[in-house]
C-alpha cells in the first residue's frame, strides 16, 4: 500500500487538475453577473434561476433533442457502416485487400476541410444543403479510424469460431449478425460513444448547413447564446456559463456509463498485440 500511495496521489492531483474546469464552469453558472469572473471556487450568492432564465431565453430543450437525434443518427450510421467493411477486411482474402486497406488509411490524412466545400456542393444539389441530414448521413459510408479499430477486433476473434459456422451453413452476413458483433461489442460500444461525442461538440457543419433556429444543434445553439449574451458591456456571462453546463453534462453521464467498456476494449488491443 505504502509503494501504492504516490500512484494515487499523482492520479488524485491529474484528477483534480482535469476536473477543475469543469468545477469552474459550474460554479460560474451559478453566480451573480458581476461575480462571474473572479475565480472562486464557490459562489457567494447561489443563483440557480440562471438556468431558468437561459431555458426561457433560447430554445434549449430543442436544441437539446436535435444534438440528441443527429447524435444518434451518425454513431448509428458510422458504427453500422464501418463495422460491416473491417469484417470484410478481417475475414475475406481477396486480391489488392492489403492495398485497398492501406487507401483506406490513407483517407485520414485528408483534412476535412479539403473537402468541406464540395461535400456542401453535393448536399446542396440534391436539395439537403439546409437541414440536419448532411450532419449524420456523410456517416453511412463508414470511417477509416473506425474500420481500422473495428478490424483489429475482428482479427482478434478465433478463426475456428468462424469455421465451424461455415460448416454449418451460416453465410458470411450470418456469421456476421451472429459471431462477429456479439464478440465485438466492447469495440462497437468504443466507436458508437466516440462518434456520438464527436457528432454532440460538431460546430462546423452546423454553422455551414442549419440556418432555422429550431433546427440547431447544442453546439450550434450555443454559438447564437453567446451572441446574444456575450457581446457589449452588458454581457450576460452568467447564462453562457449555465447553457454551457447542459451541453457538457450529458456527455460526461454517457462517458461514466460507458467507462467499462473503453476499459475493457484497452486491455482486448493489449491482449492482441
Do not use: C
Request: aromatic share 14%.
Amino acid at each position: 500500500m505504502t509503494r501504492r500511495l504516490p500512484v494515487v496521489l499523482a492520479l488524485v492531483a491529474v484528477g483534480l487538475l482535469f476536473a477543475y474546469p469543469f468545477w469552474w464552469l459550474v460554479s460560474a453558472s451559478l453566480k451573480d453577473r458581476s461575480q462571474v469572473f473572479d475565480n472562486s471556487l464557490l459562489p457567494s450568492v447561489f443563483r440557480p434561476e440562471n438556468y431558468a432564465e437561459v431555458w426561457r431565453a433560447v430554445p434549449l430543450l430543442a436544441w437539446v433533442g436535435n444534438s440528441v437525434a443527429v447524435g444518434f443518427a451518425a454513431a448509428a450510421a458510422a458504427t453500422v457502416s464501418s463495422a460491416v467493411v473491417a469484417f470484410g477486411f478481417a475475414r475475406f482474402r481477396f486480391r489488392g485487400r492489403n492495398v485497398l486497406f492501406g487507401l483506406v488509411l490513407a483517407t485520414m490524412m485528408l483534412p476535412a476541410a479539403v473537402t468541406m466545400v464540395p461535400v456542401y456542393l453535393e448536399w446542396h444539389a440534391v436539395g439537403l444543403a439546409t437541414t440536419q441530414v448532411p450532419l449524420w448521413a456523410g456517416n453511412l459510408f463508414g470511417s477509416a479510424f473506425y474500420v481500422f479499430l473495428l478490424r483489429q477486433f475482428f482479427l482478434g476473434l478465433p478463426a475456428e469460431v468462424f469455421d465451424a459456422a461455415r460448416v454449418d451453413g451460416a453465410g458470411p452476413w450470418r456469421q456476421f449478425r451472429s459471431i462477429a458483433l456479439p464478440l465485438a461489442r466492447p469495440g462497437l460500444i468504443v466507436v458508437f460513444v466516440f462518434e456520438l461525442k464527436a457528432a454532440w461538440t460538431d460546430l462546423i457543419r452546423p454553422l455551414i448547413y442549419l440556418r432555422e433556429p429550431e433546427l440547431y444543434t447544442l453546439p450550434r445553439g450555443l454559438k447564437a447564446v453567446l451572441d446574444r449574451f456575450g457581446q457589449g458591456g452588458e454581457a450576460q456571462w452568467e447564462l453562457v456559463m449555465a447553457a454551457s453546463v447542459v451541453a457538457t453534462v450529458p456527455m460526461i453521464l454517457l462517458f461514466l456509463v460507458a467507462q467499462r467498456y473503453f476499459v475493457r476494449g484497452t486491455v482486448t488491443q493489449r491482449v492482441e498485440e
